[in-house]
């Protein structure tokens, strides 16, 4: 049964530290969506990759947030240096986005807690 | 831009009512239309889709129909249970390259015994 596996499922960290956030894609697909989810915000886009390539990651703050694919089976989240406010779920999702048919697959999220 | 408006939370229900979630659109094109469920705890799950006007998606007891004229994608179910408890969003993805999915800000139900 193929799923989202993202990694570690609960994060508490201090401010300041560095936080890295990983993703397993499933296997095949061509999309890798990063969300994170606040009561207050909802659900908001952080970035998004192509073919392992970033198409949008307007919804990150540039100065602390960062996301890569360093091959097709991994994406990762990082943030450095961490802060209160960042605290969230955050969520992967892969897809295999093509004309006619479009999905995205959700993990489980990490809930990260910064204190 | 693209955008999705889902009618305010929460709605509490009780056992074998009916559901109404109403969702609204804005996108040009033809987007795919969704519904994702949020159980508490977990990641979000496709609940079912549509991909062009008057297509009807439905699973679990769940139906939405794409409505264009409406710009619409209501989602319904005749008798609701304990079990469908969840956050419920609408979700749209214009089905050009490049493009990602936009999500409502989900509507939390809450279905009393």
């Known amino acids: 049964d193929a799923r989202v596996t993202q990694t570690p499922r609960h994060k508490v960290t201090e401010m300041g530290q560095e936080v890295t956030m990983r993703c397993q894609p499933i296997?095949?697909?061509?999309?890798v969506f990063w969300y994170r989810q606040t009561m207050m915000q909802g659900l908001e886009l952080l970035a998004y990759?192509?073919?392992?390539?970033?198409?949008?990651d307007s919804g990150m703050p540039k100065d602390r947030f960062s996301a890569e694919m360093p091959d097709a089976t991994l994406a990762t989240l990082k943030i450095q240096p961490s802060e209160p406010r960042d605290s969230a779920v955050y969520f992967c999702?892969?897809?295999?986005?093509?004309?006619?048919?479009?999905?995205?697959?959700f993990g489980q999220g990490t809930r990260l807690t910064v204190v | 831009g693209d955008s999705v408006t889902q009618m305010e939370g929460p709605v509490t229900l009780s056992e074998e009512a009916f559901l109404t979630i109403n969702c609204t659109y804005t996108?040009?094109?033809?987007?795919?239309l969704f519904w994702y469920v949020q159980y508490p705890g977990e990641g979000l799950q496709l609940l079912l889709k549509a991909t062009k006007a008057d297509d009807k998606g439905s699973n679990k007891g769940f139906e939405a129909t794409y409505r264009k004229e409406t710009t619409s994608f209501h989602l319904e179910k005749g008798s609701v249970q304990v079990s469908d408890s969840a956050v419920y969003f609408c979700?749209?993805?214009?089905?050009?390259?490049?493009?990602?999915?936009?999500f409502g800000p989900g509507t939390r139900l809450s279905v009393l015994p």
């Open positions: 979700a749209l993805i214009r089905d050009n390259y490049g493009q990602n999915f936009v």
């Open positions: 296997l095949g697909h061509n999309t």
């Open positions: 996108a040009t094109g033809y987007p795919s």
């Open positions: 990759f192509r073919n392992r390539a970033p198409l949008d």
């Open positions: 999702a892969s897809g295999l986005v093509r004309q006619g048919s479009t999905e995205a697959f």
